[in-house]
């Protein structure tokens, strides 16, 4: 294509040796850039051309480029929960309203493959899993392994991470089952009272009250039978909870007794 005085209608590949015909001009623009940018680019290449040639140009790059120079396929989008595909789109939508169909759609996939585990992880126990739990009533060896293996055949569409999580919370639910059960068993808190050394009482508060006042341990450990883990008082305790995070979830205290032994952490 050429203007009134001999003066060349084309656009120069400024990015890459890969080259499409328009006309007599080869093309191929590689990179978002601005109008600006590409006029001036074009001002050098041709300097003979004249403003309205130069125009013909850039609405042609515009055209044939449109992709490259208008739409956006980078990941800026955060996601942070769970939401449908049609979400998603309208979210993209919203965000790059210049974006064509094509573009938009390759964006919606990068976005769901980055976001993998949002879109398609479980990570929230739900009642059947609570139900699974209760059969057990005291921490044996296969415990473990036996929630391990429920977990990776019930959620096996979740990546490595999330099984992770799930398993954590399983097993912190868990204790937290036990922990409720056995506090409203005299006897059980007899037993600890009997290994540290400390007469039985014949209420449950009174035994609580014993051991909160003179048995530093762990609930955790306590539950392990880690007996050897008791501390001489309650800051030793606090700073051996802290490091390990060993925190139970207060909110899963719902035995009185549970909540009376439970110490206030300095």
């Not at 739990?133 to 055949?153: A, G, V």
């Amino acid at each position: 294509m050429r203007c009134q005085n001999n003066r060349v209608l084309g656009i120069t590949n400024f990015f890459t040796t890969t080259k499409s015909v328009i006309g007599e001009a080869s093309v191929s623009v590689k990179k978002k850039i601005t109008d600006v940018e590409i006029l001036e680019m074009i001002k050098s290449m041709y300097p003979q051309n004249c403003k309205e040639c130069n125009q013909k140009i850039l609405k042609i790059t515009n055209q044939y480029y449109y992709c490259n120079l208008k739409c956006n396929t980078n990941i800026e989008i955060v996601i942070d929960k769970k939401i449908s595909d049609e979400e998603l789109l309208s979210i993209i939508r919203s965000q790059y309203p210049e974006n064509c169909k094509d573009c938009n759609n390759k964006l919606f996939n990068k976005i769901k493959l980055h976001n993998s585990c949002i879109f398609n992880c479980i990570v929230d126990l739900d009642d059947d899993d609570i139900e699974y739990l209760s059969q057990f009533s005291r921490i044996q060896k296969d415990t473990f392994y036996r929630i391990h293996s429920y977990i990776e055949e019930k959620y096996n569409d979740n990546c490595s991470g999330c099984s992770k999580i799930l398993k954590n919370k399983m097993k912190k639910k868990l204790y937290s089952l036990i922990a409720n059960d056995l506090f409203e068993d005299l006897s059980y808190l007899n037993s600890i009272l009997v290994h540290y050394g400390f007469q039985k009482e014949n209420t449950h508060k009174k035994a609580v009250d014993k051991i909160k006042k003179n048995i530093y341990i762990n609930i955790y450990d306590l539950i392990d039978k880690r007996y050897d883990k008791r501390f001489n008082n309650l800051a030793e305790l606090s700073k051996y909870t802290k490091t390990n995070k060993k925190y139970f979830p207060i909110d899963d205290a719902k035995s009185q007794n549970l909540q009376a032994f439970l110490q206030v952490l300095r």
